[in-house]
């Protein structure tokens, strides 16, 4: 964590009330801490984005085209008459406030800009000054204002203090989406080169590699091959993950990150538990892919024509191997593209079966026209069939509760399904408060590619409404375990926990599932994956 | 306030008109019938607007469960997959304010291991809300009977209902020939000053509200003042009121004598609500039957949907992928499409 970052006491100390000087007239002051490195040149010049340079935001000139306001109006007009949510959003506003605090960096940091209304009306101003009558006539009256660098500078700073996560839009009135608003402001940055490398390198990387982190093919099969000599040291099960094998049954997609760092490596071990059970059990053919080697897609929080152009990987690999369907693993805005963009940019998958799960039978028709079938729903329909010889008790060191991760929940709606692998595959799990989980769930206050490292002031005042709520079911049930089904969260919440509520640890679903598993081979029975003794397994033996 | 300023101006404009420099005809026939026109034309023309924008991807909001496996219980109106669905929750938002109803508001807490957040379900704006918007159209659709003759019945029976609950007040106040109190007039009214007051009292909605947030509330707080004091306070003479209005809508447009200046303020008032209507934020009368993330079905999955504008785009195609990495893969046993280039 960076030095300079405040201490937990100090952070919290939050000043909700709005300063006296209205928001047009507070000019942006960029704060270290607050804000993401600026995109390195040869990642947006990779892309063939544009206005490729080195920049700072801290300078006052960001070395922008000459004609960029031109540049931003064209682009302004051509999102509106593309896109009609942004247009009405642009309209129908009544500023009633009720958005104003369900915002997670409102509620960390008191800023008033991060209220989602104030965030849509940096745009909106500038929409009404430009595209609207009584803005032209009438001007601030009428709530507009004209575009200068410092609106432009204004933009880049809140636009990337929103993470996307859609909790003002289950509130508002109108169903106006700060995310989509967010989303077509990036996209006018992105016009003239102003992005964050923490979202433009890993763009770069997996329109090349294939991942966010860079990964190279066989460093890919390495890092996996690192994973499998754990699990047999941890558990004595020889799994034997397939890689871009023609003729699989099913292409498995997860993230990333789950292969690069802890916890989500543990989840990643527990995909390969499982599907090696499955292979040994069931004769399930699964294959890992290094070219589609990403589920998350940094593109989405740089343009919907990138959003595209990495998402593609995911149908075209599946064509190329020749497989059934696509099993996607666990993320959050991974999903949030497959659930309601990927069909329509990139299907139809015609080339593919409709989803059936061969060990069931279950026919996945939520999933007939994408053919892609999330792990959740996978893994919830095998224990209901009782395909999975599970023991809980394994899992009884953990006290677990269970953060909704922002887009599954409110862009496709999975809460029943993870809660009830956990209810099988732990003894003790604990809701945290109403207003904190599923579709009124807080971000982790790291997403929509805010998870650097020079932001963490933001992501810690972010993600305060999260960590506030495990610290009540930490202190109420004593939980020792935040469960997630999303990448960014597995590494974003570590920190965001060590931070706020200590002694609270991270994991995904899929490391509790395989901990919880007994595979006929496992002939270590007295650890966990992360290989830690399991308190009261020492001189248990439940193998059978 | 700027705001409250011009609708006072608007105020004596009607009435120094009217009462100073006689224009009746004017206050009386032109703005109205051009008011009218403009706020027909006007809300036809945004929503054509916003109707030619194509809706290239489905994004509704999910605020409940997901429909996936057949044993786990899908929330068929938050999270609508089927058409039936979004009819129920497009009905409930814009009937019931279902989204506002969900208000909750956050404060900090001390307690002994700390600051903790709270949410306390915040009920008065979803409340005033509901109550502002249905008093509203209440008091309109009692104002047809100032169109119709004779009186159509559903009228007669709001009103009826309307003035169920009878304030007895000193039986001078009370026009002859009309019954009652009317309930709707007093609770727009309150509902629009609690609007107000709201704004002006809560630092946050003080901070993020516009002169044109002000505006309409003060005009609407005028023609609900200026009709209550019509009503039960000045004496106008309602069957003059009513010819006017007869005439306006048979197209043959009179001006009766001895209708007075404050009816000429209530209907100047009336005419610049509908001409402000169709470029203002009241729009979203129109906007919440348009929004993307409520009137869509939930079944992206399930079922395919067009981008109309949809382009091919620039991949990183596998072929590419294995020209840049083959060695390296043959090198770790992956398999390739082309041992050699």
């Known amino acids: ?544 | 306030m700027f705001s409250l300023m011009v609708v006072l101006v608007l105020c004596l404009l009607a009435y120094v008109g009217v009462e100073v420099l006689g224009l009746q005809s004017l206050f009386g026939i032109v703005i109205p019938y051009a008011a009218v026109v403009i706020f027909v034309a006007g809300f036809i023309y945004r929503v054509m607007g916003w109707a030619r924008s194509p809706v290239p991807f489905r994004i509704p909001t999910t605020c409940g469960q997901q429909k996936s496996l057949p044993w786990i219980k899908a929330n068929g109106i938050d999270n609508p997959f089927s058409k039936v669905g979004v009819t129920i929750r497009m009905i409930l938002e814009i009937l019931c304010f279902r989204s506002l109803f969900r208000n909750t508001q956050m404060s900090f807490k001390d307690t002994e291991t700390g600051k903790k957040i709270s949410y306390r379900f915040e009920i008065w704006l979803w409340v005033f809300a509901l109550a502002f918007h249905y008093s509203f159209l209440v008091v309109l659709v009692r104002h047809f009977r100032f169109f119709f003759e004779p009186v159509p019945a559903v009228i007669r029976m709001i009103e009826y209902l309307d003035s169920f609950f009878r304030i007895e007040f000193v039986s001078p106040v009370i026009q002859v020939g009309l019954p009652g109190f009317f309930i709707s007039g007093l609770v727009l009214l309150g509902a629009v000053s609690f609007l107000f007051i709201r704004r002006v009292l809560s630092p946050k909605i003080k901070y993020i509200s516009l002169a044109s947030d002000y505006f309409p509330l003060f005009l609407i707080m005028g023609i609900a003042f200026t009709g209550i004091l019509m009503r039960y306070f000045t004496k106008i003479d309602v069957v003059g009121a009513k010819v006017l209005a007869m005439g306006l809508v048979t197209l043959k447009p009179v001006i009766p004598e001895g209708i007075g200046g404050i009816f000429y303020i209530h209907l100047f008032l009336v005419s610049i609500l509908l001409i402000y209507f169709p470029f203002s934020k009241l729009m979203h009368m129109g906007g919440v039957f348009l929004s993307p993330t409520r009137n869509l079905t939930t079944d992206t999955r399930m079922k395919r949907y067009v981008n109309p504008w949809n382009y091919p785009v620039k991949t990183h195609t596998y072929e590419e992928y294995e020209d840049e990495f083959r060695e390296k893969m043959i090198e770790a046993g992956l398999p390739v499409e082309k041992e050699q280039v």
């Not at chain 1, 990779?46 to 085209?65: I, Q, S, T, V």
């Not at chain 1, 102003?194 to 294939?210: E, Q």
């Open chain 1, 1 to 544: 964590m960076s030095e300079e970052l405040p201490k937990a006491e100090e952070l919290i100390q939050i000043d909700h009330n709005p300063p006296k000087t209205g928001w047009m007239d507070t000019p942006v002051n960029i704060r270290k801490g607050m804000y993401c490195y600026a995109s390195n040149p040869k990642s947006v010049e990779y892309l063939g984005l544009p206005n490729a340079r080195e920049w700072n935001p801290l300078d006052d000139d960001w070395k922008l085209p000459e004609n960029w306001k031109q540049i931003i109006y064209e682009g302004f007009r051509e999102r509106l008459d593309r896109f009609r949510s942004v247009k009405v959003f642009m309209d129908i506003c009544v500023r009633c406030g009720a958005c104003a605090d369900k915002c997670h960096y409102f509620i960390g940091t008191g800023d008033p800009k991060n209220m989602p209304v104030v965030r849509a009306e940096l745009l909106r101003s500038v929409y009404r000054n430009d595209f609207t009558k009584a803005g032209k006539v009438l001007g601030k009256l009428a709530g507009g204002r004209p575009m200068t660098l410092d609106v432009l500078k204004e933009w880049w700073y809140y636009l990337f203090q929103c993470s996307e996560c859609r909790r003002c839009s289950v509130f508002c009135p109108y169903g106006i989406d700060t995310a989509e608003i967010t989303i077509m402001g990036r996209e006018l940055l992105n016009l003239i080169g102003l992005n964050i490398d923490w979202i433009a390198t890993p763009v770069a990387n997996c329109f090349r590699t294939g991942n966010h982190l860079g990964i190279q093919p066989h460093a890919f099969k390495d890092m996996l091959d690192f994973f499998v000599e754990d699990i047999e040291e941890f558990t004595g099960i020889p799994v034997e993950p397939q890689f871009n094998k023609k003729g699989a049954d099913i292409l498995f997609i997860t993230p990333s990150g789950d292969v690069f760092a802890d916890p989500g490596t543990y989840t990643c071990m527990g995909y390969m538990i499982l599907f090696d059970y499955l292979q040994k059990e069931y004769g399930l053919d699964i294959t890992w892919s290094t070219y589609a080697s990403e589920g998350g897609n940094f593109g989405f929080f740089t343009s919907h024509e990138t959003m595209k152009r990495l998402n593609a990987k995911m149908y075209s690999e599946a064509k190329r191997l020749g497989v059934k369907w696509i099993l996607g693993g666990e993320c959050g805005h991974m999903w949030r593209v497959i659930n309601q963009y990927m069909d329509t940019m990139n299907g139809p998958a015609d080339f593919l079966e409709e989803p059936v799960s061969p060990i069931t039978g279950t026919k996945f028709e939520n999933a007939r026209s994408t053919k892609m079938v999330h792990i959740a729903e996978f893994t919830a329909d095998l224990i209901k069939n009782n395909k999975l010889k599970l023991d809980p008790a394994r899992n009884d060191h953990l006290r677990v509760t269970f953060h909704d991760s922002c887009n599954p929940s409110r862009g496709m709606g999975m809460f029943d399904e993870p809660r009830y692998v956990i209810e099988n595959v732990c003894n003790n799990f604990y809701e945290m408060p109403l207003n904190t989980i599923r579709e009124q769930t807080f971000c982790c206050g790291s997403g929509s590619g805010l998870n650097a490292g020079e932001d963490m002031e933001l992501r810690m005042a972010g993600g305060l409404p999260r960590a506030n709520a495990v610290k009540h079911v930490h202190e109420k049930h004593g939980v020792n375990m935040l469960a997630t089904i999303c990448a960014v969260d597995r590494a974003a919440l570590p920190d965001l926990m060590n931070y706020w509520v200590p002694g609270v640890d991270v994991t995904g679903l899929h490391e509790m599932v395989a901990n919880a598993l007994m595979h006929p081979e496992r002939t270590e029975t007295t650890m966990d994956l992360r290989g830690e003794d399991l308190p009261g397994m020492e001189e248990e033996d439940t193998d059978e």
